[in-house]
């Protein structure tokens, strides 16, 4: 009897053996099963919504603010939204509530880019949108479904991304680019636009004298996005506020991507959708907020005046 128990012992002591080898080599076996694909997503990019310079709603532009109800209808695969600055007329808690209980019928998460209407009390938004992570600075960023996701603040330095943001924005390139499939940048204002380039027949809002001269886009930011592979795509939200601004712009220059858009003008109001398929392929809706919200056509299809 005693020596069969000892035989089942050594039996038992080698099937062990054998399965904790079995576990180890499939641990050193490299999976090669293809990772899978994102999922198909959409987003939306709005700017300029406080809408109307004239007008003294503190909720978000009206007509914008009658969309957000089908904006889940229509896109049911919606991941989240974009304000890209001058959300409210005036920066105070009114406002900012009245924004905030807006946007919250959408039960989407929605990132602020700030504009120069938004900081005037700049206190304020820093404690209420700030990164809580990083001080309450006014930029960030994120990924979603192997896309980067950054947000800019145009009104540090007037216009120029300087200092300690031109130093995130080129960790954050560095660190996520080769992990990312297309790079999306928000802003409010078209800090790309300079009055002797090819953008200089776009009107902004802050139609002249109130814009800055040059920024240190073209020296300091866009070698950024020109040095890499990725598509980049750059949203600003300060057109389409007044009857002399330009409704929206397009522009591609090889890998990089220029847009912009707005709202509170009483006939070409808009904002858009980028939606992302799995492969990573993006395709835009640019609505009007007046007549047939399609009316626009194409924004690819926008030829620079």
Same mark, same amino acid.
């Not at 200089?200 to 814009?211: Q, S, V």
């Not at 001269?213 to 950024?224: G, H, K, L, S, Y």
């Given at each position: 009897m005693r020596q069969v128990n000892y035989i089942l012992n050594k039996i038992a002591k =080698? !099937?062990?053996?054998? =399965? !904790? &080898?079995? /576990? @180890? !080599?499939? #641990?050193? =076996? %490299?999976?090669? &099963?293809p990772e899978p694909s994102p999922d198909p997503y959409s987003f939306f990019v709005a700017g300029h919504t406080y809408g109307n310079h004239l007008a003294d709603n503190i909720h978000l532009h009206p007509p @914008? %603010?009658?969309q957000l109800a089908y904006i889940r209808r229509d896109y049911p695969d919606i991941s989240l939204g974009i304000l890209t600055g001058d959300i /409210?007329?005036?920066s105070n808690v009114e406002s900012w509530n009245a924004v905030d209980d807006d946007i919250a019928r959408l039960d989407l998460p929605v990132f602020f880019a700030p504009g120069n209407h938004d900081i005037t009390n700049r206190e304020l938004f820093e404690s209420r949108y700030g990164d809580p992570l990083n001080n309450f600075r006014t930029y960030r960023y994120f990924t979603n479904q192997k896309d980067l996701f950054i947000v800019l603040d145009s009104e540090l330095d007037e216009w120029n991304i300087s200092g300690d943001q031109l130093e995130f924005l080129q960790t954050v390139i560095s660190t996520h680019q080769q992990n990312s499939r297309n790079i999306f940048v928000f802003v409010h204002a078209l800090i790309w636009w300079d009055d002797e380039n090819i953008f200089? $027949?776009?009107?902004? $809002?802050?139609?002249?004298?109130?814009?800055p001269?040059?920024? $240190? @886009?073209?020296?300091? /930011?866009?070698?950024?996005f020109s040095n890499i592979s990725n598509p980049v795509y750059i949203f600003a939200g300060d057109l389409a506020a007044n009857e002399q601004a330009t409704p929206y712009m397009y522009y591609k220059d090889a890998n990089i991507t220029y847009i912009a858009g707005g709202m509170g003008n009483l006939t070409d109001g808009n @904002?858009?959708?980028? &939606? /992302? $398929? #799995? #492969?990573?392929d993006i395709a835009f809706d640019l609505i009007a907020l007046q007549g047939d919200k399609y009316r626009f056509g194409k924004l690819e299809d926008y030829i620079l005046p």
């Open positions: =080698v !099937l062990l053996l054998l =399965v !904790l &080898s079995i /576990v @180890f !080599l499939s #641990s050193c =076996v %490299k999976d090669e &099963s @914008f %603010k009658e /409210v007329r005036e200089k $027949n776009i009107h902004t $809002n802050w139609w002249p004298p109130y814009i001269d040059t920024t $240190n @886009f073209w020296t300091d /930011v866009a070698p950024i @904002f858009l959708f980028a &939606s /992302v $398929n #799995s #492969s990573g």
